[in-house]
């Protein structure tokens, strides 16, 4: 894995002054505003079970979490980060596995503490918010209505919404266009690699909350401008830019 990682993220390691300007900000889904590990990995042990493969405890699956739908069924079916399976087996999991999240969506998938305060925040502030997400637009949808939350943003951009996605820096690069704000001017915040690495390569700000998925690996190993414990203290570090 070709991957670059500062030996430590915190707030008090950091150049960039607080409160930080910026004019916008976006704001991951899985692990960051939404805990939906536990559903996603309901899905995948039913398609599992649909094709004769072994069940996979809900901690690995959850590891397997953050490069969108394809690649959630390609590890869940392989039992390992990088496994291809079988074509013909790949192709008949894979709307297996759409039909079960579809039913399991929104079983145990809640925001995480301080979400909806947060969003409260950046708004009362004046930011304009996007959601940007490497999951399926058929879902991402769905599960921002029902939990309340797809009110708060001016745009959502899901992991088949454009050509490439995160850790490609192309969805944040679009986001800023739309909002007619430069990259420097935009805020990340996302639980995993996938975001550090597409805000370095769009050139936006990026804090990172400790309590989501990043692929099994310790978010403090990402090179990020601070880790923030919620979305709330993420509002409280950042100040609208005139
Ligand atoms: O669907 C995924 O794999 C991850 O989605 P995320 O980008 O919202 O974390
Ligand atoms: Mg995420």
């Known amino acids: 894995m070709n991957e670059t990682l500062s030996p430590l993220a915190d707030a ?12 916008a900000v976006m704001i991951d889904l899985d692990g960051t505003l939404l805990d ?3 559903d996603l990995a309901t899905a995948a042990n039913m398609m599992l079970r649909e094709v004769g493969r072994a069940e996979l405890p809900p901690e690995t699956i959850q590891s397997y979490i953050g490069k969108g739908v394809e690649k959630l069924v390609k590890r869940s079916l392989t039992a ?7 074509a013909e087996l790949f192709d008949r999991a894979m709307p297996i596995y759409e039909r079960d999240y579809a039913k399991t969506l929104c079983v145990d998938t809640r925001p995480y503490p301080g979400v909806l305060d947060g969003l409260g925040a950046l708004r009362e502030s004046g930011f304009r918010l996007a959601c940007i997400t490497n999951k399926a637009e058929a879902f991402t949808l769905p599960l921002l209505r029902a939990t309340g939350l797809l009110e708060f943003f001016d745009l959502v951009l899901s992991g088949d919404t454009l050509p490439k996605k995160k850790p490609d820096p192309m969805p944040l690069l679009h986001a800023c266009k739309q909002f007619n704000i430069e990259p420097g001017e935009m805020l990340l915040i996302g639980d995993s690699l996938n975001d550090a690495q597409a805000a370095r390569a769009a050139g936006c700000h990026i804090f990172c909350v400790p309590y989501g998925y990043n692929e099994g690996r310790d978010v403090r190993e990402l090179d990020c401008d601070a880790v923030v414990a919620t979305l709330y203290e993420a509002a409280k570090l950042i100040r609208k830019s005139p």
């Open 12 to 23: 008090s390691a950091i150049e960039v002054k607080y409160p930080l300007s910026v004019k």
């Open 36 to 38: 939906t590990a536990s």
């Open 80 to 86: 390992s980060m990088d496994g291809e399976p079988e």
